[in-house]
């Protein structure tokens, strides 16, 4: 059985930044960014983008949104650029057939095993590294005033409506958005887009877990071959991350 590898979380900041030295096969990294910072660290973010993303940001037309695009990507180049011994501003990306981003550098181990994946919501900006295995990762703001029960009868799986049919409230709203981004991570990490159905897979909806991925479809086995867990944030967020048990050499 391939061993689980040891997750390490962080919060950004410019020293945080400086201790990085190195991204090992059999670590996961977690970075937590606040994307509530000053126009001056948006402008600086702003610069290290290639002209393509640059554009994307301009076309947001609400501030927030492109602040908080902004501020991830940089960031992203900024910890990329750390862990590669790269210049920032000259990493190149590319995307997978179901627009997953990956790097897109010069063909040799150095950066073709290096995998990442973010995540954003209001303030709030999740980013994470692993080497050798696939990861996603998702934050959600968790918003009381949306119908969640309605939207997991579109989205959810039979066991995960079941799950939440006898909730209401409160509990019911975190035990959704739980749910929600646990089945994102997995997506994300996956890199299949929305021709995985959301409804192919279980996770628990329990609190505190580190094993969430309760079952997968067709194949019984898959759920075996990753592992979804909790991220612990503040109240008002859910968070989740999830990635390969068996390395990809």
Not at 13 to 37: D, F, K, M, Q, Y
Not at 226 to 231: S, Y
Request: proline share 5%; net charge neutral; with cysteine.
């Amino acid at each position: 059985m391939d061993s689980e590898p040891r997750v390490e979380i962080r919060d950004y900041s410019e020293a945080a930044l400086r201790t990085v030295t190195s991204l090992p096969p059999g670590v996961v990294h977690l970075w937590w960014r606040s994307l509530e910072e000053p126009e001056r660290e948006v402008q600086d973010c702003f610069a290290l983008l290639s002209r393509d993303e640059q554009d994307r940001a301009s076309r947001f037309r609400v501030d927030d949104a492109r602040k908080n695009f902004i501020l991830t990507r940089g960031t992203l180049r900024r910890l990329l650029a750390a862990y590669l011994r790269e210049k920032p501003d000259e990493l190149s990306f590319g995307l997978t057939k179901y627009g997953k981003p990956f790097l897109d550098g010069p063909p040799n181990a150095h950066f073709n095993d290096v995998r990442f994946n973010v995540s954003h919501a209001e303030g709030l900006a999740l980013l994470g590294f692993a080497r050798q295995r696939e990861i996603g990762v998702d934050v959600e703001r968790i918003r009381p005033e949306l119908d969640t029960w309605k939207l997991a009868e579109r989205f959810f799986s039979a066991h995960e409506r079941s799950a939440l049919k006898n909730l209401s409230g409160e509990e019911l709203h975190s035990a959704f958005f739980r749910c929600w981004s646990r089945k994102e991570a997995y997506i994300k990490a996956r890199g299949e887009g929305l021709s995985l159905p959301l409804s192919q897979f279980d996770v628990s909806i329990a609190p505190n877990e580190s094993h969430a991925l309760v079952a997968t479809r067709p194949d019984a086995t898959e759920a075996g071959r990753w592992v979804v867990r909790d991220l612990a944030t503040t109240r008002e967020y859910a968070a989740a991350c999830a990635f390969s048990l068996k390395p990809e050499i």
